[in-house]
Structures are given as C-alpha cells and as structure tokens.
Nanobody, 114 residues
Framework: QVQFVESGGGLVQPGGSLRLSCTVS????????IAWYRQAPGKEREWVAG????????NYRDTVKGRFTISRDNAMAVAYLQMNALKPEDTATYYC???????WGKGTLVTVFA
C-alpha cells in the first residue's frame, strides 16, 4: 500500500509561516491527486486543500484561501503545504492522503500560539 509521511510541523506565533512536507512511497505518486487534511483539538478531521496529479489545479477550503498553498514535486514524490499568516484556529494535526483513503499516517502537529 501507499504510505504517507508528514513532517514540518511545529510551534509558531500567529502570523508566522510553516511549510509541511508529505513524502509518499511508490512510483504511483505521480498518478495520485493529493489532499491535505487536519484535525484540530475537539473537532472532526477536515479537508484543507487538494491538488491534481499533474499539479495544474488546486482547491482550498474557504478558511485557508489566500494563506495556504498546496504544491507537489512529482520527481521527488513530495507534496507540500505552505502555510502563511497562521492563526490560532489553524492549530491541528495535519495529514496528507489520496483519494480512496486506506489508512492515515501519524500526521504532523502544527501549534499556533493564541
């Protein structure tokens, strides 16, 4: 199965930036649309952003539009989530995945100081 490993999380002040990375095993990565999800304390996991297999089309949930940018490097089998102007409500564990979700990785924790 395809495995996803997220990294890049940490503690950041409001207004700060972080770039999350998602490394994906297997050459199938180039065929996969990739999405970022997050789960905040006390909330359900929610979709954050998505990108098509070739990287030509991206979509974002309304609350992160203009602040987050999803991208990918198919040659390196890595997807990214650049997060700018972070807000306390962005605090969550962030996950990457594909369509037809089989399992979840450990995620990477992003904590934004209130």
């Amino acid at each position: 199965q395809v495995q996803f490993v997220e990294s890049g999380g940490g503690l950041v002040q409001p207004g700060g930036s972080l770039r999350l990375s998602c490394t994906v095993s297997g050459s199938i990565f180039r065929r996969l649309p990739i999405a970022w999800y997050r789960q905040a304390p006390g909330k359900e996991r929610e979709w954050v952003a998505g990108i098509t297999s070739a990287g030509g089309v991206t979509n974002y949930r309304d609350t992160v539009k203009g602040r987050f940018t999803i991208s990918r490097d198919n040659a390196m089998a890595v997807a990214y989530l650049q997060m700018n102007a972070l807000k306390p409500e962005d605090t969550a564990t962030y996950y990457c995945n594909k369509d037809e979700i089989e399992s979840w990785g450990k995620g990477t924790l992003v904590t934004v100081f209130a």
